[in-house]
């Protein structure tokens, strides 16, 4: 058959996407260590990724979900007996990286209780940002005001009369990151920033 005869199903036939394979104990390993390469995560994040590829594998190649998930129960439990996985390690390296992208620490909470970290290791890692510095919620307002140019960073043809113009909506915008009303209210309302950058980055006593 020429190539202008061939019709739209023929051309799907040779692109036809290959089935997820059966979740063997020796898949899921495989998988568990390919995910840890690419991405940093909890154990309940991880045993999330795993269930759905039993889950697939269930419905497709109808195998034994009990016996995939316990597998999987067992892969979790010798990776975090290893330190493959490490919860508190994995909290404090997230709550760093949201502090810094300019989310509030109620933000970063409900972040990390998502990923199914637990108290214990959530409130160790927003205790070693206070110990970073002085005050991590404002360092991380400034931080997402400053890449936003809200308040004190609005510059050029944005500055000036223009704060004012726009001091609702920045007031808004800080508010939707989680950031405690004062907080909100210091940086949008400062003269400058170079103060309040100071204060943020000093370190607790």
Request: hydrophobic share 40%.
């Amino acid at each position: 058959m020429a190539e202008s005869d061939r019709g739209p199903e023929d051309g799907k036939a040779g692109r036809r996407r290959k089935l997820p394979r059966k979740a063997t104990p020796a898949y899921l390993e495989r998988a568990a260590l390919f995910y840890l390469d690419r991405y940093a995560t909890s154990a309940e994040n991880l045993r999330q990724v795993l269930r759905r590829k039993v889950a697939r594998s269930t419905r497709l190649h109808d195998s034994d979900p009990v016996a995939g998930h316990a597998a999987i129960e067992a892969l979790i439990a010798r990776f975090l007996d290893s330190g493959l996985l490490d919860d508190g390690r994995y909290a404090e390296a997230r709550a760093r990286s949201l502090s810094r992208r300019g989310l509030s620490l109620r933000g970063i909470r409900m972040q990390l209780l998502q990923k199914g970290v637990g108290e214990a290791e959530i409130a160790a890692a927003l205790a070693g940002l206070r110990e970073e510095a002085g005050d991590p919620e404002l360092a991380a307002a400034l931080a997402y005001a400053r890449r936003r140019r809200l308040g004190p960073y609005r510059v050029g043809s944005q500055g000036g009369a223009q704060r004012e113009a726009q001091r609702e909506r920045d007031l808004a915008a800080l508010a939707r990151r989680g950031f405690p009303t004062e907080v909100v209210l210091k940086v949008i309302d400062a003269g400058s920033a170079e103060e309040l950058e100071d204060e943020a980055s000093a370190p607790s006593a």
